[in-house]
């Protein structure tokens, strides 16, 4: 295990209803992400908090909503949703998201998002 | 425009045979560029990083090569096993700002 946690692992959503995803990290780390991942795509970061204040929102549409209550849990609550939206997100964290040095980001496993 | 090319899409070989990805990126200057495995179902893990002076770096049966005047990197693998099967995923972070550059991987294929 990474120490990086997501739940649910797998949803299925239809596009009039409200979800939640949680990911919880035991790392001590600084610096939290949302990625969105598609089939043969590159990983496209959604969010960034450093020390619970977003600092990267890249263009996400508002039926995406983060939240980060503190430093080891981040929320991506989800609403009206479209099919094009299923994808893999994947949460991941690392020490300190503004070091250029080079910081690894460790990984959870991902929430499989399908939506109807 | 910042972008990370890999090739192939994806490769099938026999368990035991070595194989080789590649990674060609346009990101300049940048700061380091690391190599992650993708298990079906699981996060990347990383595997090796590489700053810009680094020509090569192992880490067990894998090999991360790094050509800046090129701007290619490779990964090889070697004696595949049958746990190598997985995405193998090269990402780039720039030195100008801390967002990183991400390949779309090469899905390596291991068969018995």
């Known amino acids: 295990e990474t120490g990086v946690t997501q739940t649910p692992r797998h949803l299925v959503m239809g596009m009039t209803n409200k979800k939640s995803l949680k990911c919880e990290q035991h790392?001590?780390?600084?610096?939290m992400y949302w990625y969105k991942q598609s089939a043969k795509k590159p990983l496209e970061l959604m969010f960034v908090?450093?020390?619970?204040?977003?600092?990267e929102n890249n263009s996400v549409p508002s039926r995406f909503s983060p939240e980060c209550p503190n430093s080891s849990h981040l929320f991506l609550h989800l609403h009206t949703l479209q099919p094009e939206d299923s994808a893999l997100y994947l949460c991941?964290?690392?020490?300190?998201?503004?070091?250029?040095?080079?910081?690894?980001?460790?990984f959870g496993q991902g929430t499989r998002l399908t939506v109807v | 425009k910042n972008q990370v090319e890999q090739s192939p899409q994806s490769l099938i070989i026999l368990e035991g045979k070595n194989c080789t990805l590649q990674?060609?990126?346009?990101?300049?200057?940048?700061?380091?560029l690391r190599w992650y495995k993708q298990d079906t179902g699981r996060g990347p893990v990383s595997l090796t990083i590489?700053?810009?002076s680094e020509n090569t770096k192992s880490n067990g049966r894998y090999t991360a090569t790094l050509d800046a005047d090129t701007k290619q990197s490779s990964l090889h693998i070697t004696a595949s096993q049958l746990s190598d099967s997985a995405s193998y995923i090269c990402?780039?972070?720039?030195?100008?700002?801390?967002?990183?550059?991400w390949g779309a991987g090469t899905k390596l294929i291991i068969k018995p």
């Open positions: 991941a964290s690392s020490q300190d998201g503004i070091a250029p040095g080079g910081t690894e980001a460790f």
């Open positions: 790392l001590g780390h600084n610096a």
């Open positions: 908090y450093n020390f619970k204040e977003q600092t």
């Open positions: 990674c060609n990126y346009t990101v300049s200057p940048f700061s380091n």
């Open positions: 590489m700053t810009f």
């Open positions: 990402v780039v972070r720039p030195r100008s700002n801390y967002q990183l550059i």
